[in-house]
């Protein structure tokens, strides 16, 4: 299994700001995840970041918006650059041990991101 | 393309009652199943899996669900609903099969509520 930790758990931050969210793991994993969480709708993946290579972005999100470093196997952070009030929106960090999509995902507790 | 529907994004049920959460998915290839549940300020926990094999799962918390092939669903069923039980639950895709890129597609969500 897998733990995971992400600073901050809420910011509330001015239009055209940055803010990077951390995301630690307690154990070695293969894949980590970024992905949004807006009420009402399902969690979107905006990409996947894999350990010494560029992350893999989905479609409607690009690396100057979303820039994101995988410095070694246990943390990963996120960018959310230039920001405007429709970044508003929980993100979540997530980590799978495994190769496999049948292994199992872990999820952190989300940061909540207010932009005004 | 994968995709994931589940019906009713509120569900209310009386404690000691049946709970059923449904779940719906498209895929052209034969899919990895799963559900999460989301309490409250937490990132997302999983339920159960289906991968391959006995068609009935069962998972934590008295939880299991039927991939039921013919009618593309994976329905979350428990006896007897908990107060506990309280919480967001989704139903995920993924149809990557051997892939290590793979990736979760997720439903909108299911919030239930147990009244006491």
């Known amino acids: 299994s897998a733990v995971i930790s992400q600073k901050p758990s809420r910011d509330i931050c001015q239009r055209g700001t940055s803010l990077t969210i951390q995301c630690q793991v307690d154990?070695?994993?293969?894949?980590m995840f970024w992905y949004r969480q807006q009420p009402g709708q399902s969690l979107t993946l905006i990409a996947t970041a894999n350990q010494g290579s560029e992350a893999t972005y989905e479609s409607g999100f690009v690396i100057d918006k979303f820039p994101i470093s995988r410095p070694n196997l246990t943390f990963s952070t996120l960018t959310v650059s230039n920001m405007s009030p429709e970044d508003s929106s929980i993100y979540l960090c997530s980590a799978r041990t495994g190769r496999n999509t049948y292994n199992e995902q872990f999820f952190g507790p989300g940061t909540r991101l207010t932009v005004l | 393309a994968q995709s994931v529907t589940q019906l009713g994004s509120h569900v209310s049920v009386s404690e000691g009652a049946l709970v059923l959460l449904r779940c719906n998915y498209s895929?052209?290839?034969?899919?990895?199943l799963f559900w999460y549940v989301q309490y409250p300020n937490q990132g997302l926990q999983l339920l159960l899996k289906y991968t391959t094999g006995a068609t009935l799962v069962k998972g934590i918390n008295g939880f299991e669900a039927e991939f039921k092939k013919s009618e593309t669903s994976f329905h979350l069923t428990k006896p007897s609903a908990h107060m506990s039980d309280a919480a967001e639950y989704f139903c995920?895709?993924?149809?990557?099969?051997?892939?290590?890129?793979?990736?979760?597609?997720f439903g909108r969500g299911t919030q239930l509520t147990v009244w006491p």
């Open positions: 895929s052209s290839v034969p899919p990895y």
């Open positions: 154990s070695q994993v293969t894949m």
């Open positions: 995920a895709v993924s149809a990557d099969r051997g892939s290590t890129l793979g990736r979760l597609y």
